[in-house]
């Protein structure tokens, strides 16, 4: 008898796992269980392109309805899964009916982390993380005149950089005392504010937003109201605080959940039958440090690399994942790309020129390289990637060097090194 494998969560991951899967060999049905109506699609985008309208709906799913037929995965669209029996092997849905399962995987995602203050439930206020929350945003960007962004991270620049190029006012308040400081270094932090400001973006840093309400003098104007008392009037606010891990599922089943659906090396949950990827699984990445505690990964690369692993934990060639995590964001003019994770760096080293807006930062620990960020230096970017993923040893002096060729480097390592990723 032929095997089912469900998936549930139709994103990034979810589409991934189920086409390596079929790729892999798996020869039974596969079922993917989306709970929005709309095909999979791309999610960077919305906070950039299709909210600038340089990218239209049409060009944002990840795959045709072709793909889903010649490689005999259903999709189901508007399908939103409330429970698993492990026990009796099934999956229930929304509407009562059962779903039974071989294999199941976890591809749930996060949603966003909303504003817990009086005002949070007005009209004006946005969040972008699906499809739905961009279309409602865009539409209401045609006609703003000014905007407050709330969260400094790469979902409220991104924003912020977008509506600034669709000439709304733009102001973002940060709790942080500077911009990305979970992700990014102080130096990389500066660079973009710089950016921003030159664009006429206005900061709060380090204050929080208290209060919003409406301002009944004044059509269809909102008040944010800050900690400090400082009033920052607007019609449309962006909300982009973080996101939560879609977990309840995993734990109303009895799987172990911390920070995220725990995983091993090889993607399967505390049900070995069971894998889990993307933004919901946490887990300790092999590039950590000893001892670290597990961590989720938020970012497409992961969603996709991931959802490869698992799918061949599925079909029985459990390989443990070793991807190096790298990550992307488009802001102005400006192309930010990331590979590795500069966490405890103790020096770095500058290749290009600052003042020209192309430049990659190399980040090293121990005189080792854990790290790029690059601005408009894409050969950099894939340089480093492989440099970083096959472990290459480069002092700071020949990454700074420009007469150094870091394109030999990277090719002659990796012609000679394992494959681990």
Request: some cysteine; hydrophobic content about 45%.
């Amino acid at each position: 008898m032929k095997r089912t494998l469900v998936t549930i969560g139709a994103s990034y991951a979810g589409v991934q796992l189920a086409a390596s899967a079929r790729e892999l060999g798996f020869d039974g049905s596969i079922l993917l269980l989306g709970d929005e109506p709309d095909a999979p699609y791309q999610r960077p985008p919305l906070s950039k392109g299709f909210l600038t309208g340089s990218v239209a709906a049409e060009r944002l799913p990840l795959r045709a309805q072709a793909f889903f037929d010649e490689e005999r995965i259903q999709w189901m669209p508007s399908t939103r899964a409330v429970a698993i029996d492990r026990e009796r092997r099934q999956v229930e849905l929304h509407d009562g009916t059962r779903v039974d399962y071989d294999h199941l995987a976890l591809t749930t995602g996060a949603r966003v982390r909303k504003l817990d203050c009086p005002g949070a439930t007005l009209a004006a206020v946005h969040y972008l993380r699906d499809l739905r929350d961009a279309r409602r945003l865009a539409d209401t960007a045609r006609s703003a005149r000014r905007a407050v962004v709330i969260g400094g991270g790469y979902i409220g620049l991104e924003a912020a950089a977008s509506l600034r190029q669709k000439g709304v006012d733009v102001s973002v308040v940060e709790t942080e005392q500077r911009l990305l400081a979970r992700v990014a270094s102080p130096w990389v932090s500066d660079f973009i504010l710089q950016a921003h400001r030159e664009h006429g973006v206005r900061f709060e840093f380090g204050r929080k937003v208290v209060r919003l309400r409406d301002t009944h003098d004044m059509h269809d104007m909102v008040s944010v109201e800050l900690e400090d008392g400082t009033c920052l009037l607007c019609d449309l606010v962006v909300v982009g605080i973080g996101v939560i891990p879609n977990t309840e599922l995993a734990a109303d089943c009895g799987l172990k959940v911390a920070g995220g659906i725990a995983v091993d090396t090889c993607a399967r949950t505390s049900d070995p039958s069971i894998v889990a990827a993307g933004d919901c699984a946490s887990f300790v990445p092999h590039w950590a440090p000893e001892g670290a505690p597990a961590c989720r990964i938020e970012s497409v690369q992961n969603a996709n690399d991931m959802a490869r692993k698992a799918a061949s934990t599925l079909v029985g060639r459990a390989e443990p994942y070793r991807a190096l995590p790298w990550f992307w964001s488009d802001q102005y003019d400006l192309k930010l790309q990331m590979a590795g994770v500069n966490a405890g760096f103790t020096g770095f080293a500058v290749r290009g020129r600052v003042e020209e807006r192309k430049f990659s930062l190399f980040y090293f620990r121990d005189d080792m390289l854990i790290a790029v960020d690059s601005i408009n230096r894409p050969q950099d970017h894939m340089l480093a990637r492989k440099l970083l993923a096959n472990r290459v040893r480069i002092s700071a002096q020949q990454a700074g060097d420009p007469a150094f060729d870091l394109k030999v480097l990277a090719n002659r390592s990796e012609a000679v090194a394992p494959r681990t990723a």
